[in-house]
C-alpha cells in the first residue's frame, strides 16, 4: 500500500498546489510557464502510474475488508458513475450542463469518488477514493473562492441545447465502453456480475 499512499500524495499534492495560486505563480514566475506545465504533468503522471501500480499490488495481496456494502449500493453506483460521465464530457462541451454545475469535471470526480466508496467496502479503496473525494471538495472550494467561472466568461449558457445532447450522447456511449469493456481491461476488476 506504500506506492499507492505515495501516489496518492503526488498526484493529489500536485494538482492541490495549483490550489496555492500565490506559490503556483511564484513558482511560473521563477521557471516559466512551459518548464512548469512540464513539470506538472510529469508528476500528475508519475502519480497516477504509481496509484496504478500501488492500487494493482494492494488488490493482489488481498483486500483488507472494513466493511461490507449492501448489494443495492453496487447498483446505485452504476447510475451515479454514468452521471459522471455526463459531468466529464460536459466539462469539454459548454452548454446547459456546464453552466448549472460551473465545474463539471470536478463535480463528475466526486461523484465517482462517491459511487466508489458506497460499493467498496475495502481499505484500499477507501483510501483511494477517499482522497480522490476530499480533493475534488477542496478544489471546488479553492476555484468558488477564485471565482474561475467568471474569468472564462462568467456562467451564462449558450442558446439551444446541443452541447447538452452531446454531452449526455458521448458520456452515455463511454459509460457503456467502459462497463462492458474498459473496467475489466484497465482495471481488472468486472463492473457488470455476468462479466465476473
Known amino acids: 500500500m506504500t506506492l499507492l499512499v505515495l501516489g496518492l500524495v503526488l498526484f493529489l499534492g500536485t494538482h492541490s498546489f495549483s490550489m496555492a495560486r500565490g506559490s503556483r505563480a511564484a513558482l511560473i514566475g521563477r521557471i516559466g510557464e512551459g518548464p512548469y506545465k512540464g513539470l506538472y504533468s510529469l508528476l500528475s503522471l508519475a502519480g497516477i502510474v504509481l496509484v ?3 492500487y494493482g499490488q494492494y488488490r493482489a495481496d488481498g483486500y483488507i475488508p472494513v466493511w461490507d456494502p449492501p448489494v443495492w449500493t453496487r447498483h446505485l453506483a452504476l447510475l451515479l458513475v454514468l452521471i459522471a460521465f455526463i459531468c466529464f464530457v460536459a466539462a469539454y462541451l459548454p452548454g446547459h450542463i456546464k453552466a448549472r454545475l460551473k465545474h463539471p469535471m470536478l463535480a ?3 461523484i465517482w469518488a462517491l459511487a466508489h466508496l458506497i460499493a467498496n467496502g475495502d481499505l484500499g479503496s477507501i483510501l ?5 473525494l476530499v480533493w475534488a471538495v477542496l ?3 479553492s476555484a468558488k473562492r477564485r471565482d474561475v467561472a467568471a474569468q472564462h466568461g462568467g456562467t451564462a449558457a449558450p442558446a439551444g441545447w446541443r452541447n447538452d445532447i452531446l454531452a ?3 458520456g452515455v456511449a463511454a459509460y457503456l465502453a467502459f462497463v462492458f469493456w474498459l473496467h475489466p481491461w484497465l482495471i481488472g476488476v468486472p463492473v457488470l456480475p455476468m462479466r465476473a
Open 52 to 54: 496504478s501500480i500501488g
Open 108 to 110: 463528475g470526480v466526486k
Open 128 to 132: 483511494l477514493f477517499g482522497s480522490f
Open 139 to 141: 478544489a471546488r472550494i
Open 168 to 170: 449526455v450522447a458521448i
